[in-house]
């Protein structure tokens, strides 16, 4: 296979992303929630507002052909990795307590 024909057979639109997340029994919310972005960017990706990041379309082609083949290596993975307690943006020091 060409590199030309590998990547037209990879390219997926905003509709066919879409198709692709009901076909791994995702709502968006969830999916948005798996890949670490908001709702807001699956619906722009959907809507084609925003242009589809390779990694999403990789992993969501991942998740609809492992739920068609009735695995989910992938989305154990993904729901592992969501589930991990979030790191949070800014650590409070008291300076005082070491002392």
């Known amino acids: 296979m060409s590199a030309q024909s ?25 999916l948005a929630e798996l890949l670490d972005v908001t709702p807001m960017q699956v619906s722009r990706w959907e ?15 991942a998740l609809a052909l492992e739920q068609v083949e009735g695995k989910a290596a992938t989305r154990a993975v993904l729901e592992a990795l969501a589930a991990r307690k979030k790191v949070p943006r800014t650590v409070r020091l008291d300076v005082n307590a070491a002392s």
């Open 47 to 61: 809507n084609g507002r925003k242009p589809l990041e390779r990694r999403a379309v990789a992993l969501v082609s």
């Open 6 to 30: 590998h990547s037209n057979w990879l390219a997926v639109g905003p509709e066919g992303f879409r198709w692709l997340r009901k076909a791994a029994g995702l709502k968006a919310v969830r």
